[in-house]
């Protein structure tokens, strides 16, 4: 999954969770940049017209945008379900995170053959637990959490 | 789409050199299936072909799985993956035999497609592993050039048949900088 996907996919969570646009800050947050860079992303997904940033507001994706960032997080919910149920690898959103970059969506439409996702994926996604409600795991070890 | 992060560590390396070897049994456990759809005696070609890409990628599992052992990580069981195949197969199967050269290209593009995003990450990356590097990606570029290979023996296929509009997917997958070259386009 390439960096603008992933950017789609951390701006669709919050803006999901807000119920309106995506704050810059918190957008930054998620990436793990400075608020700079996810401007300088926001500032090009824009020029593709996958999003919307207004001042003092924030960021929306555009229904392109939209579209693109579900697709995004289908690929991450294919990772994680396919690294906790069929490699049984416990600190599997870790991991997840660590390969999101790595696997290309064509790799994980390969995978998405041998696991059973839920037909309602990805809005089954808590993006709190950071993995699908219906994935039967336990919550992420404290260790294996993203430095805030 | 480009790969945009190295591969830093071993256990980051045997991940991957494990997801390469479930493609691999993914192909080799759908390749089998496939075959045994056909009716006796029916496709031959076709049949030959499957038979040849389930060999194919058996070689190359046993040879993922050496590097794997190297790195003291777990091997991927092939009944594992071939029962979960098994499993999932009714919701995932091709509909028709231009839907099994369909599926066959797409197992053959996201092979290659893995192996030389894998093979950029290595190259992108300085970390030592326990593994030799020159042996790693000498294994690593073998099999994407076999996969290359395996893509063109199913286009040859394809055009021999006279398959159809390739399924949504197949046809805009190639061709695109977002997934970067494919076999196809790169041997022209």
């Known amino acids: ?148 | 789409m480009s790969v945009s992060a190295p591969v830093g560590t071993d256990h980051q390396l045997a991940r991957l050199l494990q997801i390469g070897m479930v493609l691999e049994e993914v192909v080799e456990a759908r390749a089998a299936k496939h075959a045994q759809s056909m009716e006796e005696g029916m496709h031959g070609e076709m049949r030959a072909l499957l038979a040849e890409a389930a060999e194919e990628s058996a070689g190359h599992r046993e040879r993922l799985a050496e590097l794997v052992d190297e790195l003291d990580a777990e091997r991927v069981p092939f009944d594992q993956i071939e029962g979960l195949v098994e499993a999932q197969y009714g919701q995932t199967k091709p509909e028709d035999f231009d839907g099994v050269l369909y599926d066959q290209l797409c197992n053959e593009e996201t092979a290659y497609k893995f192996y030389d995003d894998l093979i950029g990450a290595i190259e992108e990356s300085d970390a030592t592993f326990s593994v030799d590097r020159a042996r790693l990606l000498e294994t690593l570029v073998a099999i994407r050039e076999e996969e290359a290979a395996g893509v063109e023996r199913v286009t040859d296929l394809m055009e021999r048949e006279g398959a159809g509009t390739p399924p949504r997917g197949v046809e805009e997958d190639s061709g695109t900088d977002d997934h970067g070259g494919t076999p196809r386009e790169e041997r022209g």
């Open chain 1, 1 to 148: 999954m390439n960096t603008a996907d992933q950017y789609l996919k951390a701006i669709y969570l919050i803006q999901r969770e807000e119920d309106g646009p995506a704050a810059t800050g918190k957008v930054a947050d998620a990436m793990g940049v400075s608020p700079a860079s996810a401007n300088e992303m926001i500032g090009k997904l824009e020029g593709r017209g996958l999003a919307d940033h207004e001042k003092y507001k924030g960021v929306r994706l555009t229904d392109d945008g939209i579209e693109r960032a579900r697709d995004a997080l289908s690929t991450y919910c294919i990772i994680e379900r396919f690294l906790a149920n069929v490699l049984e690898v416990e600190a599997f959103r870790a991991e997840a995170r660590e390969l999101e970059p790595v696997i290309d969506d064509l790799v994980a439409e390969r995978l998405d053959t041998i696991i059973d996702r839920n037909p309602a994926c990805p809005d089954c996604f808590d993006a709190e637990a950071d993995a699908c409600r219906y994935l039967e795991v336990g919550p992420e070890p404290e260790g294996e959490k993203p430095a805030d």
